[in-house]
């Protein structure tokens, strides 16, 4: 399988947190990817300030206070591939702005290369579920993880555990194939742990399955699957 990413904490490093519009960037934009006539969006940037001992956001211009509920917008195994833009998301993590890859929950990723050669980065304090203008809470942290092999098990995609649910990560455009990639080794996680046969495992899924987009904005996008332990009820 790869290497198993225990999240145990993410500390922030400063007392703020920044989120900023980029010219040509973004879920409601024009893009290089969807070209439109449209002009592009101002450069703009808010500051979140981290209060009651960073436990919460607040920006004064919005008028809003959110609690921080800090992730790892990239963790990541080397693609297959020699070289990929850090942007990106994919089979190897990468880039996915998913919030469930924060502490308390543990991250599975395949792996390619001798060593894994792991990476992370891009924390945040917060996110909306698709990070709609592609800049989420973004904050420097010290993150602590532990990292465990486990051989001779085969995934294709990102898994997830959060003691409560089971998820898969698939990135894909269009947004309805990461879709599709995420319920397809969803199945096949209940089929190979759960003693569910496909169509079983479909039928459970269509009817308490769980799905949301973790980004819409970069060059592939990331959805996840996942389905509530409690439902999990057949022993292997």
Known sequence: MGPVWGIESIVP?????????????????????????????????????LEDEGN?????ELGVKLSRESFLGTLAVAPDLEAITALAPGPFGGNMDVPEVKPGNTVYLPVWNPGALVYTGDCHARQ??????????EITSQVTVVVEVIKYTAIEWPRIDSGEAIMVVGSARPVEDAARIANTELVLWLEQEHGYDCWDAYQLLTQAG???????????????????????????
Not at 227 to 234: F, H, N, P, S, V
């Open 128 to 137: 909306g579920q698709g990070e709609l203008c592609g800049v989420a809470l």
């Open 13 to 49: 490093k400063r007392d703020f947190a920044v989120s900023v519009l980029i010219p040509f960037f973004g879920g409601l934009t024009s893009t290089n990817l969807t070209r439109t006539l449209q002009e592009p969006l101002p450069e703009w940037v808010w500051i979140w300030d």
């Open 210 to 236: 769980g799905l949301y987009v973790g980004n819409m904005v970069d060059s592939t996008y990331s959805l996840v699957a996942s389905i509530e332990k409690e439902y999990l009820g057949r022993p292997r």
């Open 56 to 60: 919460n956001l607040v920006n004064e």
